[in-house]
Protein backbone atom coordinates (compact mmCIF):
# COMPACT_ATOMS: atom_id res chain seq x y z
CA UNK A 1 0.00 0.00 0.00
CA UNK A 2 3.34 2.29 0.86
CA UNK A 3 3.90 1.71 -2.87
CA UNK A 4 0.78 2.74 -4.08
CA UNK A 5 0.64 5.67 -1.76
CA UNK A 6 4.21 6.77 -3.36
CA UNK A 7 2.73 6.47 -6.67
CA UNK A 8 -0.45 8.96 -5.89
CA UNK A 9 2.24 11.64 -4.77
CA UNK A 10 4.33 11.59 -7.56
CA UNK A 11 1.57 12.35 -9.99
CA UNK A 12 -1.85 12.57 -8.23
CA UNK A 13 -3.29 13.71 -11.60
CA UNK A 14 -2.51 10.85 -14.19
CA UNK A 15 -2.94 8.81 -11.92
CA UNK A 16 -6.40 9.23 -11.74
CA UNK A 17 -6.62 10.05 -15.73
CA UNK A 18 -5.08 6.76 -16.00
CA UNK A 19 -7.58 4.87 -13.62
CA UNK A 20 -10.44 6.82 -14.96
CA UNK A 21 -9.70 5.88 -18.74
CA UNK A 22 -8.98 2.55 -17.85
CA UNK A 23 -12.44 1.94 -16.25
CA UNK A 24 -13.72 3.58 -19.00
CA UNK A 25 -12.33 1.65 -21.92
CA UNK A 26 -13.10 -1.71 -19.51
CA UNK A 27 -16.65 -0.40 -18.95
CA UNK A 28 -17.27 0.10 -22.89
CA UNK A 29 -15.22 -3.17 -23.52
CA UNK A 30 -17.91 -5.23 -21.54
CA UNK A 31 -20.91 -3.02 -23.04
CA UNK A 32 -19.67 -3.08 -26.62
CA UNK A 33 -17.81 -5.94 -26.89
CA UNK A 34 -16.37 -6.60 -30.81
CA UNK A 35 -18.10 -3.86 -31.91
CA UNK A 36 -16.10 -1.31 -29.76
CA UNK A 37 -12.76 -3.30 -30.73
CA UNK A 38 -13.67 -3.71 -34.37
CA UNK A 39 -10.98 -2.58 -37.18
CA UNK A 40 -13.23 -0.56 -38.57
CA UNK A 41 -13.90 1.24 -34.98
CA UNK A 42 -10.44 1.50 -34.51
CA UNK A 43 -9.19 2.72 -37.45
CA UNK A 44 -12.13 5.72 -37.53
CA UNK A 45 -11.20 6.86 -34.28
CA UNK A 46 -7.35 6.97 -35.82
CA UNK A 47 -8.54 9.03 -38.26
CA UNK A 48 -10.68 11.33 -36.21
CA UNK A 49 -8.19 11.73 -33.55
CA UNK A 50 -5.22 13.70 -35.16
CA UNK A 51 -7.78 16.47 -36.18
CA UNK A 52 -8.39 18.25 -32.83
CA UNK A 53 -5.64 16.32 -31.14
CA UNK A 54 -2.78 18.49 -32.48
CA UNK A 55 -4.59 21.55 -32.07
CA UNK A 56 -4.97 20.06 -28.46
CA UNK A 57 -1.15 20.15 -28.35
CA UNK A 58 -1.04 23.55 -29.54
CA UNK A 59 -3.27 24.79 -26.56
CA UNK A 60 -1.79 22.94 -24.22
CA UNK A 61 1.51 24.88 -25.14
CA UNK A 62 0.36 27.86 -24.81
CA UNK A 63 -1.60 27.37 -21.34
CA UNK A 64 1.86 25.95 -19.97
CA UNK A 65 2.45 29.65 -20.01
CA UNK A 66 -0.50 30.69 -18.52
CA UNK A 67 -1.75 32.25 -21.68
CA UNK A 68 -4.01 30.86 -24.30
CA UNK A 69 -4.96 30.70 -27.83
CA UNK A 70 -8.57 30.97 -29.12
CA UNK A 71 -7.43 31.98 -32.66
CA UNK A 72 -5.91 28.59 -33.17
CA UNK A 73 -9.69 27.54 -35.75
CA UNK A 74 -9.22 30.65 -37.36
CA UNK A 75 -5.23 30.33 -38.57
CA UNK A 76 -6.17 26.50 -39.16
CA UNK A 77 -8.98 27.64 -41.60
CA UNK A 78 -7.08 30.47 -43.08
CA UNK A 79 -3.54 28.44 -43.66
CA UNK A 80 -6.28 25.59 -44.88
CA UNK A 81 -7.59 28.10 -47.42
CA UNK A 82 -4.60 29.21 -48.28
CA UNK A 83 -3.20 25.60 -49.37
CA UNK A 84 -7.15 25.35 -51.38
CA UNK A 85 -5.66 27.65 -53.37
CA UNK A 86 -2.46 26.63 -54.16
CA UNK A 87 -4.15 22.91 -54.64
CA UNK A 88 -7.24 23.71 -56.73
CA UNK A 89 -5.19 25.00 -59.28
CA UNK A 90 -6.00 29.14 -58.73
CA UNK A 91 -2.84 30.31 -58.00
CA UNK A 92 -0.82 27.74 -60.17
CA UNK A 93 -2.33 25.90 -63.17
CA UNK A 94 -1.88 22.39 -64.30
CA UNK A 95 -1.00 24.21 -67.47
CA UNK A 96 2.26 25.88 -66.00
CA UNK A 97 4.36 23.06 -66.53
CA UNK A 98 4.97 22.74 -62.46
CA UNK A 99 4.19 18.50 -61.61
CA UNK A 100 1.01 18.03 -59.48
CA UNK A 101 3.77 16.40 -56.94
CA UNK A 102 5.73 19.88 -56.49
CA UNK A 103 2.34 22.07 -56.17
CA UNK A 104 1.19 19.52 -53.12
CA UNK A 105 4.79 20.58 -51.57
CA UNK A 106 4.45 24.14 -52.36
CA UNK A 107 0.37 24.09 -50.77
CA UNK A 108 1.76 22.57 -47.85
CA UNK A 109 5.09 25.11 -47.52
CA UNK A 110 2.28 28.00 -47.85
CA UNK A 111 -0.06 26.90 -45.10
CA UNK A 112 2.55 26.26 -42.55
CA UNK A 113 4.39 29.52 -43.09
CA UNK A 114 0.87 31.52 -43.60
CA UNK A 115 -0.01 29.39 -39.93
CA UNK A 116 3.22 30.44 -38.29
CA UNK A 117 3.08 34.15 -39.34
CA UNK A 118 -0.38 34.15 -37.37
CA UNK A 119 1.10 32.52 -34.62
CA UNK A 120 3.87 34.85 -34.56
CA UNK A 121 1.45 37.81 -34.74
CA UNK A 122 -0.18 36.48 -31.60
CA UNK A 123 3.03 36.32 -29.25
CA UNK A 124 4.30 39.60 -30.64
CA UNK A 125 0.86 41.24 -29.72
CA UNK A 126 1.28 39.61 -26.11
CA UNK A 127 4.88 39.96 -25.52
CA UNK A 128 5.71 43.38 -26.82
CA UNK A 129 2.17 44.98 -26.74
CA UNK A 130 1.72 43.20 -23.26
CA UNK A 131 -1.77 42.18 -24.30
CA UNK A 132 -3.33 39.71 -22.59
CA UNK A 133 -3.49 36.46 -24.22
CA UNK A 134 -7.57 35.87 -24.05
CA UNK A 135 -7.70 39.28 -25.80
CA UNK A 136 -5.17 39.22 -28.47
CA UNK A 137 -5.69 36.02 -29.69
CA UNK A 138 -9.77 36.85 -29.86
CA UNK A 139 -8.71 39.64 -31.84
CA UNK A 140 -6.63 37.86 -34.46
CA UNK A 141 -9.63 35.39 -34.03
CA UNK A 142 -11.64 37.54 -35.65
CA UNK A 143 -8.96 39.29 -37.99
CA UNK A 144 -8.10 35.74 -39.09
CA UNK A 145 -11.77 35.11 -39.86
CA UNK A 146 -12.44 37.96 -41.91
CA UNK A 147 -9.32 37.74 -43.92
CA UNK A 148 -10.62 34.47 -44.92
CA UNK A 149 -14.04 35.53 -45.57
CA UNK A 150 -12.98 38.14 -47.49
CA UNK A 151 -10.55 36.34 -49.80
CA UNK A 152 -13.11 33.45 -50.28
CA UNK A 153 -16.37 35.30 -49.95
CA UNK A 154 -17.56 32.46 -47.53
CA UNK A 155 -17.38 30.21 -50.57
CA UNK A 156 -15.36 27.03 -50.01
CA UNK A 157 -12.61 26.04 -51.86
CA UNK A 158 -12.47 22.68 -54.36
CA UNK A 159 -11.05 20.56 -56.59
CA UNK A 160 -7.58 18.92 -54.82
CA UNK A 161 -5.38 16.40 -56.49
CA UNK A 162 -5.75 12.55 -56.02
CA UNK A 163 -2.14 12.79 -54.67
CA UNK A 164 -2.83 15.25 -51.98
CA UNK A 165 -5.90 13.41 -50.87
CA UNK A 166 -4.46 10.40 -50.14
CA UNK A 167 -2.89 11.87 -47.07
CA UNK A 168 -6.17 12.17 -45.03
CA UNK A 169 -7.36 8.46 -46.47
CA UNK A 170 -5.06 6.50 -46.93
CA UNK A 171 -2.93 4.17 -44.18
CA UNK A 172 0.24 1.62 -44.03
CA UNK A 173 -0.86 -1.39 -42.39
CA UNK A 174 -3.80 -0.05 -41.33
CA UNK A 175 -2.80 2.62 -39.47
CA UNK A 176 -3.73 5.87 -41.29
CA UNK A 177 -0.70 8.65 -41.92
CA UNK A 178 -2.71 11.32 -40.46
CA UNK A 179 -2.68 9.04 -36.91
CA UNK A 180 1.05 8.84 -37.80
CA UNK A 181 1.72 12.22 -38.17
CA UNK A 182 0.05 13.68 -35.14
CA UNK A 183 2.24 10.56 -33.48
CA UNK A 184 5.60 11.99 -34.20
CA UNK A 185 4.29 15.84 -33.48
CA UNK A 186 3.08 14.15 -29.94
CA UNK A 187 6.28 12.44 -29.53
CA UNK A 188 8.36 15.67 -30.71
CA UNK A 189 6.87 18.10 -28.21
CA UNK A 190 7.26 15.84 -25.10
CA UNK A 191 10.68 15.59 -26.11
CA UNK A 192 10.80 19.37 -26.34
CA UNK A 193 9.29 20.18 -23.25
CA UNK A 194 10.99 17.07 -21.49
CA UNK A 195 14.55 17.42 -22.98
CA UNK A 196 15.27 20.51 -24.08
CA UNK A 197 16.09 24.07 -22.65
CA UNK A 198 13.05 25.54 -24.50
CA UNK A 199 10.42 23.51 -22.44
CA UNK A 200 12.18 23.75 -19.44
CA UNK A 201 11.92 27.49 -19.95
CA UNK A 202 8.15 27.42 -20.72
CA UNK A 203 7.49 25.65 -17.47
CA UNK A 204 9.69 28.02 -15.66
CA UNK A 205 7.73 30.74 -17.25
CA UNK A 206 4.51 29.14 -16.54
CA UNK A 207 5.68 28.94 -12.85
CA UNK A 208 6.90 32.42 -12.47
CA UNK A 209 7.24 34.90 -14.79
CA UNK A 210 9.24 37.49 -12.71
CA UNK A 211 11.90 35.23 -11.60
CA UNK A 212 12.20 33.91 -15.07
CA UNK A 213 12.84 37.45 -16.20
CA UNK A 214 15.45 38.18 -13.55
CA UNK A 215 17.30 35.24 -14.69
CA UNK A 216 18.78 36.92 -17.85
CA UNK A 217 16.16 34.27 -19.96
CA UNK A 218 14.62 36.68 -23.14
CA UNK A 219 11.26 36.02 -22.06
CA UNK A 220 9.54 38.19 -25.02
CA UNK A 221 11.41 35.78 -27.38
CA UNK A 222 9.96 32.49 -25.39
CA UNK A 223 6.38 34.05 -25.50
CA UNK A 224 6.74 34.85 -29.42
CA UNK A 225 8.52 31.06 -30.06
CA UNK A 226 6.09 29.52 -28.41
CA UNK A 227 2.98 30.92 -29.99
CA UNK A 228 5.00 30.59 -33.54
CA UNK A 229 4.62 26.63 -32.47
CA UNK A 230 1.23 27.28 -31.54
CA UNK A 231 0.60 28.30 -34.63
CA UNK A 232 2.72 25.97 -36.67
CA UNK A 233 1.02 23.11 -35.01
CA UNK A 234 -2.22 24.88 -36.40
CA UNK A 235 -1.11 24.73 -39.85
CA UNK A 236 -0.17 20.77 -39.25
CA UNK A 237 -4.13 20.37 -38.18
CA UNK A 238 -5.17 22.47 -41.24
CA UNK A 239 -3.45 20.47 -43.70
CA UNK A 240 -5.10 17.86 -42.07
CA UNK A 241 -8.76 18.21 -41.87
CA UNK A 242 -8.60 19.97 -45.72
CA UNK A 243 -7.29 16.32 -46.81
CA UNK A 244 -10.02 14.72 -45.32
CA UNK A 245 -12.88 16.61 -46.41
CA UNK A 246 -11.23 17.48 -50.04
CA UNK A 247 -12.23 21.27 -49.64
CA UNK A 248 -11.20 24.65 -47.39
CA UNK A 249 -13.87 26.64 -46.10
CA UNK A 250 -14.14 29.23 -43.15
CA UNK A 251 -15.78 27.71 -39.95
CA UNK A 252 -14.45 24.43 -40.58
CA UNK A 253 -13.74 22.45 -37.23
CA UNK A 254 -14.85 25.29 -35.24
CA UNK A 255 -16.18 22.80 -33.04
CA UNK A 256 -13.02 21.64 -32.07
CA UNK A 257 -12.00 25.04 -30.08
CA UNK A 258 -13.96 23.64 -27.20
CA UNK A 259 -12.64 20.54 -27.57
CA UNK A 260 -8.92 21.77 -27.17
CA UNK A 261 -9.68 23.16 -24.42
CA UNK A 262 -11.51 20.62 -22.77
CA UNK A 263 -8.90 18.14 -23.48
CA UNK A 264 -5.53 20.38 -22.00
CA UNK A 265 -7.58 21.00 -19.06
CA UNK A 266 -8.65 16.94 -18.82
CA UNK A 267 -5.14 16.23 -19.32
CA UNK A 268 -3.23 18.02 -16.60
CA UNK A 269 -2.33 21.29 -17.97
CA UNK A 270 -3.39 23.99 -15.37
CA UNK A 271 -4.79 27.27 -16.37
CA UNK A 272 -2.53 29.57 -14.97
CA UNK A 273 0.56 27.50 -16.65
CA UNK A 274 3.85 25.47 -15.21
CA UNK A 275 1.97 22.16 -14.75
CA UNK A 276 1.14 19.31 -17.41
CA UNK A 277 2.56 16.82 -19.75
CA UNK A 278 2.11 15.83 -23.54
CA UNK A 279 1.38 12.37 -22.08
CA UNK A 280 -1.72 13.97 -20.04
CA UNK A 281 -3.04 15.16 -22.97
CA UNK A 282 -2.50 12.34 -25.04
CA UNK A 283 -4.44 10.71 -22.45
CA UNK A 284 -7.30 13.11 -22.68
CA UNK A 285 -7.83 12.85 -26.08
CA UNK A 286 -8.20 9.03 -26.16
CA UNK A 287 -10.73 9.28 -23.66
CA UNK A 288 -12.37 12.13 -25.09
CA UNK A 289 -12.31 9.94 -28.56
CA UNK A 290 -13.31 6.63 -26.95
CA UNK A 291 -16.37 8.47 -25.58
CA UNK A 292 -17.00 10.09 -28.64
CA UNK A 293 -16.73 6.77 -30.32
CA UNK A 294 -19.19 4.79 -28.14
CA UNK A 295 -21.67 7.78 -28.24
CA UNK A 296 -22.26 6.98 -31.58
CA UNK A 297 -22.52 3.31 -31.03
CA UNK A 298 -24.91 4.07 -28.38
CA UNK A 299 -27.07 6.68 -30.73
CA UNK A 300 -26.81 9.32 -27.88
CA UNK A 301 -27.79 12.75 -28.95
CA UNK A 302 -25.27 15.81 -29.53
CA UNK A 303 -26.71 17.18 -25.77
CA UNK A 304 -26.00 14.09 -24.21
CA UNK A 305 -22.79 13.62 -25.46
CA UNK A 306 -22.00 17.05 -24.18
CA UNK A 307 -23.36 16.68 -21.18
CA UNK A 308 -21.17 13.47 -20.11
CA UNK A 309 -18.47 15.38 -21.15
CA UNK A 310 -19.09 18.15 -18.93
CA UNK A 311 -19.73 15.95 -15.72
CA UNK A 312 -16.29 13.89 -16.82
CA UNK A 313 -14.23 17.21 -17.31
CA UNK A 314 -15.93 18.05 -13.56
CA UNK A 315 -15.25 14.70 -12.37
CA UNK A 316 -11.60 15.40 -13.08
CA UNK A 317 -11.02 18.42 -11.42
CA UNK A 318 -12.94 17.46 -8.37
CA UNK A 319 -10.84 14.39 -7.86
CA UNK A 320 -7.56 16.66 -8.46
CA UNK A 321 -8.69 18.82 -6.21
CA UNK A 322 -8.85 16.32 -3.16
CA UNK A 323 -6.02 14.87 -4.55
CA UNK A 324 -4.01 18.03 -4.36
CA UNK A 325 -5.27 18.55 -0.47
CA UNK A 326 -4.29 15.10 0.21
CA UNK A 327 -1.03 15.14 -1.14
CA UNK A 328 0.12 18.14 0.56
CA UNK A 329 -1.48 16.84 3.75
CA UNK A 330 -3.59 19.78 3.98
CA UNK A 331 -6.77 16.69 4.39
CA UNK A 332 -6.25 14.85 7.80
CA UNK A 333 -9.35 12.54 7.10
CA UNK A 334 -10.47 10.35 3.60
CA UNK A 335 -8.41 8.26 1.39
CA UNK A 336 -4.96 9.11 2.81
CA UNK A 337 -6.31 8.40 6.30
CA UNK A 338 -7.15 4.91 4.51
CA UNK A 339 -3.93 4.50 3.06
CA UNK A 340 -2.28 4.85 6.33
CA UNK A 341 -4.49 2.53 8.66
CA UNK A 342 -3.68 0.07 6.12
Excluded at 107 to 114: H, R
Excluded at 228 to 234: K, P
Excluded at 241 to 258: C, E, F, P, Q, W
Excluded at 302 to 329: D, F, H, Q, S
Aim: aromatic share 10%; glycine share 10%; with cysteine.
Amino acid sequence: MNELSKLLRKDPHMSVLSVITFVVIAFLILMLGDQFLSLNNLQSMAYQIPEFGLLAIAMALTMLTGGIDLSLIANAGLSGIVAAYFLSGAIISADSGVSTSMIVVIAVIAALVVSTICGAINGLLIAKLSVPPILATLGTMILFTGIGMGITSGQGVVGFPETFLKLGSGSVLNVPYVFIVFMVVAIIASVVLTRTKLGTRIYLYGENQVALKFSGIRSERLIVQVYMISGLLAGIAAIIIISRVNSAKVGYGDTYLLQAILVAVLGGVHPDGGKGKIMGVLLGLFLLQFLQSAFTLFSFTPYAKKLIWGCMLLLVMIINYYMEKWRTGESKFGFKTLLMRR
